[in-house]
């Protein structure tokens, strides 16, 4: 339990180190949140009521955020393909300059990747443990990576070395999904441990890249 309680604890300075109060480059805390979640959401989850979702915010004051986004040229909204009286929030170029030059989780980003890939992984791997045992003991589900949901099938298996031609689909959504969507965050998720992770596939050839 003590080494427990100080990993913890580490992990709440850690958290420390991005948490602050009113705001950095002229958007609050709250909104890099939303501006960084519709950057790595998938487009399924890329709605107002997804984002108000994710943040643990009412639907008036995601449309606030989304506002304040949209009044800073960060975010636009385009009709959905799938239902044109719904939107899907899309972020600018400019927004993605924004979040690469000034998200104030960046540095922490930038240390924990100089611990090196193996490193990252395990540590990843780690922190999505913990947070499996307390979805569980609280009866939640947060958004996660695609690749990781029960909905995610493989239509075809991969026929080149890096499996370049993988086609996979979303059953919950009943659409196709593109290798590199499942590496993007879905508020849909639902988690499952028998079908083989595609992250492995992904974590090769990144350790692979480093040697």
Request: hydrophobic residues 35%; glycine residues 6%.
């Amino acid at each position: 339990m003590p080494l427990a309680r100080e990993a913890v604890e580490l992990l709440v300075q850690a958290a420390r180190a991005w948490y602050f109060e009113g705001n950095q480059h002229g958007l609050r805390d709250r909104e890099w949140m939303a501006l960084r979640f519709l950057g790595r959401a998938n487009r399924f989850s890329r709605t107002p009521s997804a984002l108000a979702g994710f943040i643990g915010a009412t639907r008036a004051t995601a449309s606030q955020i989304v506002k304040t986004l949209e009044s800073k040229s960060f975010l636009v909204r385009k009709p959905s393909q799938e239902d044109k009286r719904s939107v899907v929030l899309h972020v600018t170029p400019q927004g993605e300059k924004c979040l690469s030059q000034h998200d104030p989780i960046n540095h922490v980003v930038n240390a924990v990747n100089s611990l090196g890939t193996e490193e990252c992984i395990r540590l990843r791997d780690s922190l999505r443990e913990i947070l499996n045992h307390l979805d569980a003991a609280h009866q939640r589900l947060d958004a996660s990576i695609c690749r990781d949901c029960m909905f995610l099938a493989e239509r075809s298996p991969g026929t080149g070395k890096g499996r370049t031609t993988a086609e996979f689909m979303c059953r919950l959504y009943r659409a196709p999904v593109s290798l590199e969507e499942t590496e993007l965050l879905c508020t849909s998720f639902e988690r499952t441990r028998d079908r083989p992770k595609i992250e492995e596939h992904f974590d090769r050839a990144r350790v692979a890249s480093q040697g």
